[in-house]
């Protein structure tokens, strides 16, 4: 049993906001021979600094810089130790300070964090978050080894060597738990994948049935091959800055709450606790999941869920006033490395109740367009693509996700995603068919970062600030 | 360096994807190989292996630090990190009027050309180094 303290359950409590006003990305791909990593790295920090509207030409918004945070998943990947800084060297930022950072998958959602931390003590007025993975310099099966040892090696690694098989055993219990089929899961896939369709941006964009993933091959019972995200190359970045520069940067900055939460790598070892509730959630509302888990040999978290979000959402919901989480965001990017992650997630930062997670899928609110009801969906997932369709390396995706969320809010999606001289730069056409994901009018948004099997999270919440 | 040492060393494989040079870092044998893209850098090292020592400078005018007259950047940069102009449309520094040549390799060697993930056969192939 865990028990948390008053204190440790206390809100942070910035000393000042912290805004989020330029993002930047590369293309993601398998493999990327083309560019070194310190290339790629100057691609999107390029586009950070010219593409995002600033009132301030690029190299004088770089002159504002005062700190930067790089974000990288594994050195193994990369063969190389302090890529920090042959980055920072390459971009031009000596001798300014940087830190790397590395939570896992949540490595760039724990790099926001901290980036978020240096302008909010006052540390800086305008932080560099940047994060990149290339993960095509080994071959696939030894990509999986080195990302298998982010599972504990005396009592996991040994058993597989593939992470899919870390989060099978998790969507076996869950599905069994709230009797779940295994189409709601595949539809994520088909969903999210077809997202990815509309970005230049995108990895493995695909048009695919609930059937074509059902019929796939098994990676790891239950989960089918489309269901798992693949090995990425490529990188991304974000500027924060205090208010005052936010807004004479831009006319449009984007608010940024942000909070983190971990939990033991080990699922099995997760010791069983009350749940923490979210602002809109009783201790009455989940008697009955608590009779069910007693029935089921269950507990919270358990397989079933992600502690480590939930302690994230319960801090970013209260920083940001979030009190409805489905009624109060417009849109989530999740960490969807399986849909299984996905699916579990929704519950964690209550887009639906624990154990109803389901819902969100059957629902239809997790679409841009409800499919069920013709009307636009709640709060729709992944339009970028999220990880299944556009992109997972590792230490930008959690940046990647903040840049597509404060782009859905400076309702300027069809600007990043609907040139074809944006797919063209990436030696693509613009499909025919694209269509626009922008969501109406919306305000607020939430980003997951996520790791391993829940060690570390991040969510994030990024308001419109005009 | 010797000659002893440099004949003990065994060849490099390399492969050749596009225009970039992979090269690969046997780390942990066959599976645990990691292939090194040479990226935008990889004329620096197809320069080496025709024996020329090739080098890059900034020359955009609107460069705070360079105005368009930039010192050489040895090892080479494919992008400028005070201006971020790429260098692409860059000319290659020239000592002696050839727009590529600033010196000359003092010793060749051979490398493999090699299957790249395991995909494709290997030959010979020339390969510098300085």
């Keep these: 049993m865990i028990a948390l303290a008053p204190g440790n359950l206390r809100v942070p409590k910035w000393t000042r906001p912290v805004y989020l006003v330029a993002a930047g990305t590369t293309d993601f791909r398998k493999r990327y021979p083309e560019k070194r990593l310190e290339e790629l790295c100057m691609m999107a920090f390029r586009m950070l600094l010219e593409e995002n509207d600033l009132k301030r030409d690029p190299l004088e918004t770089k002159g504002l810089i005062n700190f930067a945070c790089y974000g990288e998943f594994a050195d193994h990947f990369q063969d190389q130790l302090l890529c920090e800084a042959k980055v920072h060297d390459y971009l031009g930022l000596d001798l300014l300070p940087n830190v790397g950072i590395k939570t896992g998958g949540a490595t760039g959602g724990s790099a926001m964090l901290m980036g978020a931390t240096t302008v909010a003590s006052g540390m800086s007025d305008c932080t560099l978050v940047l994060g990149w993975e290339r993960m095509d310099e080994v071959r696939t099966w030894t990509g999986n080894y080195y990302i298998a040892t982010a599972a504990c090696k005396d009592f996991e690694t040994r058993l597989a060597r593939n992470y899919a098989s870390y989060y099978a055993p998790m969507a076996r219990r869950f599905q069994e738990m709230y009797r779940v089929d295994d189409r709601v899961r595949a539809e994520i896939a088909v969903k999210n994948r077809r997202y990815a369709c509309f970005s230049p941006f995108s990895q493995q964009p695909g048009r695919h049935t609930i059937e074509d993933v059902l019929n796939g091959e098994i990676v790891s019972d239950p989960l089918r091959f489309l269901e798992c995200c693949a090995m990425s190359v490529g990188a991304a970045g974000a500027l924060l800055c205090s208010e005052d520069l936010a807004y004479r940067l831009t006319d449009t900055p984007v608010r940024l709450y942000i909070a983190g939460g971990s939990h033991t790598l080990r699922t099995g070892d997760r010791r069983p606790m009350r749940i923490p509730l979210l602002p809109h959630e009783t201790e009455e509302g989940y008697a009955w999941l608590y009779d069910e888990m007693a029935k089921q040999d269950g507990r919270w978290p358990g397989f079933e869920s992600f502690g480590a979000t939930r302690f994230a959402a319960y801090m970013v919901y209260r920083m940001a006033g979030i009190n409805a989480p489905i009624e109060d965001l417009d849109l989530v990017e999740t960490h969807d490395a399986f849909t299984i992650s996905d699916l579990q997630t929704y519950g964690d930062v209550g887009l639906t109740l624990y154990g109803r997670e389901q819902e969100f899928v059957t629902s239809g609110d997790c679409y841009l367009h409800n499919p069920r009801t013709g009307k636009p969906g709640k709060c729709p997932a992944n339009l970028s693509g999220g990880l299944l369709g556009t992109m997972h390396a590792v230490g930008a995706t959690g940046i990647f996700q903040c840049g597509e969320v404060l782009w859905q809010l400076q309702g300027k999606y069809d600007t990043f995603h609907g040139d074809p001289k944006v797919w063209e730069q990436y030696g693509k056409t613009k499909p025919a068919d694209w269509q626009s994901l922008q969501v109406k009018d919306a305000r607020r948004g939430l980003a997951i970062s996520h790791a391993g099997v829940g060690s570390h999270v991040t969510c994030a919440v990024l308001e419109k600030a005009w | ?130």
């Design chain 2, 1 to 130: 360096m010797t000659d002893g040492n440099v004949a003990a060393m065994e060849p490099s494989t390399i492969s050749i994807v596009g225009d970039a040079w992979i090269l690969h870092v046997p780390r942990f044998g066959e599976e645990g190989t990691h292939y090194h893209t040479y990226g935008l850098l990889t004329p620096y090292f197809k320069g080496l292996a025709e024996g020329r020592l090739l080098a890059t400078r900034c020359i955009s005018p609107a460069c705070p630090i360079s105005k368009g007259n930039g010192q050489l950047w040895l090892p080479p940069r494919a992008d400028c990190p005070d201006c971020h102009k790429p260098a692409k449309g860059l000319p290659l520094i020239s000592r002696w009027g050839c727009p590529w040549l600033v010196g000359s390799v003092f010793r060749a060697r051979f490398a493999r050309l090699g299957p790249l993930y395991g995909f494709t056969t290997s030959t010979k192939f020339a390969f510098g180094a300085v």
